[in-house]
Structure formats: C-alpha cells, structure tokens
C-alpha cells in the first residue's frame, strides 16, 4: 500500500503538492469574488450591469484557471465559482444584460 507512505503535505490551502501557485490561487480568488459579487447582485433587477459583467469576468477567470489548475482544491474552488458566476451572469441577462440600455 504505497500511499500509506506518502508523507503529509498540509501546508497550503489550495496547493495539496507543497508547491506554490501564486497564478491559479489568484484566478481562484477573483473566480471567487466575481462569483459571489455576481450572484448577489443578480437578485436585484437594477444591478443587471454590475451582476451580468462580474459574471462573465468569473466565468472566463475561472475557464482559464480551470485549465491551468494544478491540484483538486484549486479545481473545486474553481467549479464553485464558476457555478456563481454563471448564475449571476444568466440572470444578470435575463435582467437587461451587458448594455441593457445603455447602447
């Protein structure tokens, strides 16, 4: 049983190899931000701009994170901000969407 003899790597949050990875940590953070930034404003019909723009923000942050991620802690962050911020931003359209008046 070869994985008995793995040695613990708790040291990071997000980086299981004991590694750094300032790039995908920081792509999981602002996927993060954008989705919960995205998803709350979405609720409120006149914040269509805010929630429609800081979803599509998450959601590209985060398809660029998902494919440079390295390890699962960094992949399960990414998915739930992704969830957010797709969310957000299909309601954020469905509210008015990117331009909603402004063009």
Same mark, same amino acid.
């Given at each position: 049983?070869?994985?008995?003899?793995?040695?613990?790597?708790?040291?990071?949050?997000?980086?299981?190899? *004991?590694k750094p990875h300032p790039l995908q940590d920081?792509?999981?953070?602002?996927?993060?931000v954008?989705?919960?930034?995205?998803?709350?404003?979405s609720m409120f019909h006149s914040l269509h701009l805010l929630s429609s723009w800081?979803?599509?923000v998450g959601i590209l942050a985060g398809a660029y *994170?998902?494919?440079?991620?390295?390890t699962t802690r960094e992949r399960f962050g990414l998915i739930?901000?992704?969830?957010?911020? *797709?969310?957000?931003?299909?309601?954020g359209?469905?509210?008015g969407g990117l331009f909603g008046g402004v063009i």
């Open positions: 049983m070869a994985q008995t003899m793995r040695p613990s790597t708790t040291g990071s949050l997000f980086a299981t190899d *004991g920081t792509l999981l953070a602002v996927t993060l954008c989705g919960v930034l995205a998803f709350v404003t800081s979803g599509l *994170g998902q494919f440079i991620s390295e739930v901000g992704l969830g957010l911020s *797709g969310v957000g931003f299909y309601l359209l469905a509210h």
